[in-house]
Each structure stands twice: as structure tokens, then as C-alpha cells.
């Protein structure tokens, strides 16, 4: 199973494409299915196998209900720190050395560790050829440096990099900051970003846009495969695009 993950400025529309193209892509499955794919056939909590398999959708209520009470979920995040404690180590060391200008660092470290448990299943599945992850550990970075983000923080944003799991396709999604924006105050902030101003969202928004450029050079100098698309151009055109580069 190979993996292709999207980045970009929360609200460029890395959601809208990475859905489509996992339903699109031959071979394609998203996170969240590939999960209960997995389980649904090797889960050892008979309650969880039982619910994956009654359920076609991850979005459906009684697998949330199942997922979130999984005995396999809190084994899937032992086996994967156990492989690779440098990840949850970085994030600790980050929020500890950012705790006075940090945001809600409880709910970005419940997103890291959620995400660390929903990757092992799925990359341990081998349901498909193609792994879809929308909010994978590149986007995580954001989340995880963007409120408060200074010149300073580079290295720890370069730790993380180094102890996250590398996929095999990064899929950069572009957009102007005013489109992320207004498409934020559409459909909703974050919890994170609910309450805050006008001024903070901007402020949150711009450190955002640095951290993604800093990750594509990151990925570039490592000589991982980027895909760069338009979050403004037809969904179609990018799944298209995206596509035929991850054609054999």
C-alpha cells in the first residue's frame, strides 16, 4: 500500500479533493474507510468487527460509536509509538517549549495520537493500492505550530518532519489565504479558533501558509514526489491531474 497525503492551509480544499479521489482512484481507499475495512476483518474487539461490518460508511453513527470505545484503537497507538517514539516525543517537546503561546495543545495531541492509531490500522490492512489521507501528519504540523508560530520554531517544525511517517505522494493543495478564509467563515472554524478574532484567524491563516511552504521544501529537498494543485480549480480537473501522475 502506497500512500498519498494532501497539505495545504486549512480551508484551500485539500477535503473536497482527497474525497474525491479516493472515490475515484482505482485501487484508491480513504483513512477512515481503510480503517474499518481492517478491522471489520482482523479487529480483535469482537464488538468493533461486528460494527465494521454492519456499517458501509465511516461517517455512520454506530461506527463512531464503536470506533471511539475500540480496544484495537488504543493497541493500533501502542504499536505504532512503539515503532517510532522520536513522533510523540517531538510533539511533546514542541507543545512543552510553546505552552505560553500554544493553542488547545490538549485537542492538537488528541488529534496526533488519533491519527497515529487510525494510520497503523490502515496501513497495516493492505486493502488497497492507494492510502488517501486528507489530514495526515504533514497537515498535523500545522495544527500542531501554527498559533504562535515564530522564526524559532523551525527546528522543532524540522523534528517533527523527521520522526513523521513520509508518504509516498505529498499532494499540495494552493489557494489564496482570502479564499481559505471566507470558506472558513462558511462552513466553521475549528474548535481551536471558534472564539478567536478576526485578527487572530488572519494571524493563524498566514503562519499556516509559512508552515506549508516550509514543509514543501522540506519534501523537496528529500526528493519525495510533490503534486501541486489549484484548491480554486475544478475538483474534477485536480483528481484528474492527480491521477494520472499516480498511474503505474
Keep these: 500500500m502506497r500512500v498519498v497525503e494532501f497539505l495545504g492551509v486549512p480551508g484551500a480544499g485539500k477535503s473536497t479533493i482527497a ?34 461490518r454492519m456499517t458501509r460508511s465511516p461517517s455512520s453513527r454506530l461506527w463512531s460509536a464503536a470506533y471511539a470505545r475500540s480496544t484495537d484503537r488504543l493497541s493500533a497507538l501502542i504499536r505504532f509509538a512503539s515503532a517510532g517514539p522520536n513522533l510523540l516525543e517531538s510533539v511533546l517537546v514542541a507543545q512543552r517549549e510553546r505552552a505560553e503561546r500554544d493553542l488547545r495543545p490538549d485537542l492538537v495531541l488528541g488529534w496526533i495520537l488519533n ?36 522564526q524559532n520554531d523551525e527546528p522543532a517544525l524540522q523534528a517533527y518532519l523527521d520522526a513523521s511517517p513520509k508518504p509516498d505522494v505529498l499532494v499540495v493543495v494552493e489557494s489564496p489565504l482570502e479564499v481559505c478564509r471566507a470558506r472558513l467563515d462558511q462552513r466553521g472554524w475549528s474548535e481551536r479558533l471558534t472564539g478567536a478574532g478576526e485578527a487572530d484567524r488572519q494571524v493563524f491563516l498566514e503562519a499556516s501558509a509559512r508552515i506549508v511552504s516550509e514543509i514543501g521544501s522540506t519534501s523537496a529537498r528529500r526528493n519525495q514526489e510533490i503534486i501541486r494543485v489549484g484548491g480554486e480549480d475544478l475538483v474534477t480537473d485536480s483528481v484528474s491531474r492527480i491521477a494520472a501522475t499516480l498511474a503505474p
Design 115 to 150: 491519527l497515529m492509531a487510525r494510520y497503523q490500522l490502515a496501513t497495516e490492512s493492505g486493502e488497497a493500492s492507494w492510502l488517501v489521507v486528507d489530514e495526515g501528519f504533514a497537515q498535523r504540523a500545522v495544527a500542531l505550530l501554527a498559533a504562535g508560530y515564530e
Design 19 to 52: 474525497d474525491a479521489l479516493s472515490k475515484t482512484l482505482p485501487g484508491a481507499v480513504g483513512l477512515d474507510d481503510a480503517v474499518r475495512l481492517s478491522l471489520g476483518r482482523r479487529g480483535d474487539d469482537p464488538i468493533t468487527r461486528l460494527a465494521a
